[in-house]
Nanobody, 126 residues
Framework: QVELVESGGGVVQAGGSLRLSCAASGRADSTYIMGWFRQAPGKEREFVAAIRWSDGTTYYADSVKGRFTISGNNAKNTVYLQMNSLKPEDTAVYYC???????????????????WGQGTQVTVSS
């Protein structure tokens, strides 16, 4: 079992930055990939970014490429999401997720992840 706890959300003006953190405990060493998803009111949960621990390969949704950066430490117990040039449409609850194994063609699919955090709210004001 892996427990995930997010932090770092808040309210920021458009163009500003936030850094989210996700602390993993339990069998964090069993995870193959960790990622961030977000869900805005009335919308489905959508993929934001992911990092594969074996080689550090990162994956991003087109909507955040060039603005967001995912990173983590080698102990697999913390993953970060640096969010720059934030836009009002980035407003959502952001969730950290982890998978024991995943087909890389399905990195963006929420159903492929085994563990989820409780979420942290990010609000970008215009």
């Amino acid at each position: 079992q892996v427990e995930l706890v997010e932090s770092g959300g808040g309210v920021v003006q458009a163009g500003g930055s936030l850094r989210l953190s996700c602390a993993a405990s339990g069998r964090a060493d069993s995870t193959y990939i960790m990622g961030w998803f977000r869900q805005a009111p009335g919308k489905e949960r959508e993929f934001v970014a992911a990092i594969r621990w074996s080689d550090g390969t990162t994956y991003y949704a087109d909507s955040v490429k060039g603005r967001f950066t995912i990173s983590g430490n080698n102990a697999k117990n913390t993953v970060y999401l640096q969010m720059n040039s934030l836009k009002p449409e980035d407003t959502a609850v952001y969730y950290c997720a982890a998978a024991r194994w995943i087909m890389l063609t399905r990195v963006s699919s929420p159903g492929q992840y085994d563990y989820w955090g409780q979420g942290t709210q990010v609000t970008v004001s215009s």
